[in-house]
Nanobody, 118 residues
Framework: QVQLVESGGGLVQPGGSLRLSCAASGLTLSLYSMSWFRQAPGKEREIVASLYRTGSTYYGDSVKGRFTLSRDNAKNTAALQMDSLKPEDTAIYYC????????????WGQGTQVTVSS
């Protein structure tokens, strides 16, 4: 049974940092492309960052230079380091994976809440 479990969310002041983790079981994370998405209240879900099987990365314009996505193959986890957080980063963050050639993301985590507020 495949599971993706996010952790690390919470309340942080503007300018602060959080590190989200996505722990995978039932699959080998390095064999998949994985992404972090977020959804704020009343807004559509948006892609935040992606890490492809090749190791290349993609970052959305709103987080470029502030967020860093990494993967630990030994632990079968991925992390999203979020620095210089802004109130507009407040959202539920989800990790998701898809295999090569898949048209969509096959597995999703349950999400973790990130709130940036003073």
């Amino acid at each position: 049974q495949v599971q993706l479990v996010e952790s690390g969310g919470g309340l942080v002041q503007p300018g602060g940092s959080l590190r989200l983790s996505c722990a995978a079981s039932g699959l080998t994370l390095s064999l998949y492309s994985m992404s972090w998405f977020r959804q704020a209240p009343g807004k559509e879900r948006e892609i935040v960052a992606s890490l492809y099987r090749t190791g290349s990365t993609y970052y959305g314009d709103s987080v470029k230079g502030r967020f860093t996505l990494s993967r630990d193959n030994a632990k079968n986890t991925a992390a999203l380091q979020m620095d210089s957080l802004k109130p507009e980063d407040t959202a539920i963050y989800y990790c998701a994976v898809k295999s090569l050639g898949s048209p969509g993301y096959q597995y999703w985590g349950q999400g973790t809440q990130v709130t940036v507020s003073s």
